[in-house]
């Protein structure tokens, strides 16, 4: 990892250090991992609410006339299915049907469109898109005139009827719309990677400050915290939600990584699509399966190795110790064989074999 001269901070930076924030560099920005604590943070996401700066994720904006066509073949999901307004889950493929990133496109218009992409991909991605940008379309890098913030948890509509001034006025999943919050213009998608109801905000990043505090202040008799990097991960893992560089790389594809659903086969072309379809007509050579720890081991970590019957079988691809579940939990791509529920397999951890099984997604179930 780069030193932290090297790093980049968000709009919100400062607002971390004031509030006492872990700060560490992750994918090239200085980045909260915690405040609190992270089971805390966690728990205040699945019971009332908690708000994480996203402001370093990337953002482009596309339009022309031609803009509509050439997503489409750029990405895996149908961009024609979008109404304006509408959101989408999709992965950016390389010729080889590898994953680039996984990201969210949203319709502004019919020609306009709103991506929002992985911070350590946002430079490989824009140079990618632009590389195979047709003349009528405008493609931009907005990423520095965005703040961010993801605010969620079962107390997200109650927070927001008194930001926004009433009860109904959230888009429905996987929408998004403009506003504003204390005078601040904002556009607010129903979004999220916790497995919790919440939205993904995204305002000018010169207002962020003003924002986040403002939130706060309104969340905070309702349960509202600042959350980290730390909570974000034990979270999104407890549904398995794949992390790019970590679940997710140019080195497998969305089949293999259990992405076929955010894949439209049906469209003409689009790029990787011919190496997708083969894996998915014949089977992929590795599925990306979730797992438990069983008894009182140590939590996995990436890069352990994962054993059936003393043998190397695969690694730990993502692992921690799941604050609502109470033990170890992680992900690793493994033969389909191997990847079945209930298969037995072990993970190594400091030169010592640990029991694990194949669980069913997501990891956590709300009741």
Same mark, same amino acid.
């Given at each position: #990892?780069?030193?932290? !001269? *090297? &790093?980049? +901070?968000? =709009? ?6 004031? @509030?006492?924030?872990? %700060? ?32 370093? #994720?990337?953002?482009? !904006? *596309? &339009?022309? +006339?031609? =803009? ?6 750029? @990405?895996?999901?149908? %961009? ?288």
């Amino acid at each position: #990892m780069a030193s932290d !001269t *090297a &790093e980049k +901070s968000t =709009a919100l930076y400062e607002e971390h250090v004031r @509030l006492g924030a872990r %700060v560490i560099p992750f994918g090239g920005w200085k980045m909260p991992v915690q405040y609190s604590g992270i089971v805390q943070e966690h728990h205040a996401v699945r019971n009332a609410a908690g708000m994480f700066d996203i402001s370093h #994720m990337g953002q482009f !904006t *596309a &339009e022309g +006339s031609g =803009a509509a066509a050439w997503l489409n073949r750029m @990405l895996t999901n149908n %961009v024609d299915k979008l109404e304006a307004g509408g959101g989408q889950y999709t992965l950016l493929l390389n010729d080889k049907g590898g994953i680039i990133d996984d990201l969210i496109i949203y319709r502004l218009g019919s020609d306009r469109f709103f991506l929002v992409v992985n911070a350590s991909r946002t430079e490989e991605d824009f140079a990618w898109l632009d590389r195979h940008r047709p003349s009528e379309v405008a493609l931009h890098n907005r990423s520095d005139q965005y703040g961010g913030v993801a605010i969620q948890g079962p107390k997200t509509e109650e927070l927001f009827a008194k930001l926004l001034g009433g009860p109904g006025k959230l888009p429905a999943r996987n929408q998004i719309l403009d506003t504003e919050i204390n005078g601040v213009p904002v556009s607010i998608a129903r979004t999220g990677y916790t497995g919790e109801d919440g939205v993904e905000v995204f305002f000018p990043a010169k207002q962020a400050a003003i924002l986040w505090n403002h939130v706060l202040d309104v969340g905070k008799p309702l349960g509202l915290v600042p959350c980290g990097l730390g909570a974000r991960d034990t979270l999104r893992l407890e549904m398995c939600y794949p992390l790019n560089g970590s679940d997710l790389s140019p080195e497998h594809n969305p089949i293999e990584a259990g992405l076929g659903f955010f894949v439209d086969l049906t469209k003409p072309d689009f790029v990787g699509k011919e190496v997708v379809a083969r894996a998915k007509a014949e089977g992929p050579a590795q599925k990306l399966a979730p797992f438990r720890m069983e008894g009182k081991g140590p939590p996995p970590r990436p890069h352990y190795a994962v054993l059936k019957d003393g043998r190397k079988i695969g690694e730990v691809t993502s692992g921690t110790l799941s604050p609502s579940l109470n033990y170890g939990i992680g992900m690793a791509y493994l033969s389909p064989e191997n990847a079945k529920i209930g298969s037995k397999i072990e993970i190594e951890i400091r030169g010592q074999k640990f029991p694990a099984q194949i669980e069913k997604k997501p990891l956590y179930k709300k009741t």
